[in-house]
């Protein structure tokens, strides 16, 4: 099982920047697709970004295309969320997770952690 830890969260204006991270422990993390998810109060969790084991290809939502930039450094076990042109909207628990490959992202095999608080301010 892949143990995951996220940090780097707060509180921002609309329209600036932030980026948060995803340590990742227990298994080989550079073989693995990563993703990024989030979960508005009173809404189903949804998906974010993903990347693939090497970081040569991303997959991003539409409502954050052109905005979030995913990325990873294996030689830290860690992936990374930039987000910018930040709105009210994005307010939400940010988590990540593992899966096979970038193509079966929704196969995700590691424990959820606690995630981290983005808010964004009007």
């Known amino acids: 099982q892949m143990q995951l830890v996220e940090s780097g969260g707060g509180l921002v204006q609309a329209g600036g920047s932030l980026r948060i991270s995803c340590a990742a422990s227990g298994r080989t993390f550079s073989s693995y697709a990563m993703g990024w998810f989030r979960q508005a109060p009173g809404k189903e969790r949804e998906f974010v970004a993903a990347i693939n084991w090497s970081g040569s290809s991303t997959n991003y939502a539409d409502s954050v295309k052109g905005r979030f930039t995913i990325s990873r450094d294996n030689a830290k076990n860690t992936v990374y969320l930039q987000m910018n042109s930040l709105k009210p909207e994005d307010t939400a628990v940010y988590y990540c997770?593992?899966?096979?490959?970038?193509?079966?992202?929704?196969?995700?095999?590691?424990?959820w952690g606690q995630g981290t608080q983005v808010t964004v301010s009007s």
């Open positions: 997770n593992s899966a096979p490959s970038i193509r079966a992202i929704d196969r995700l095999f590691g424990s």
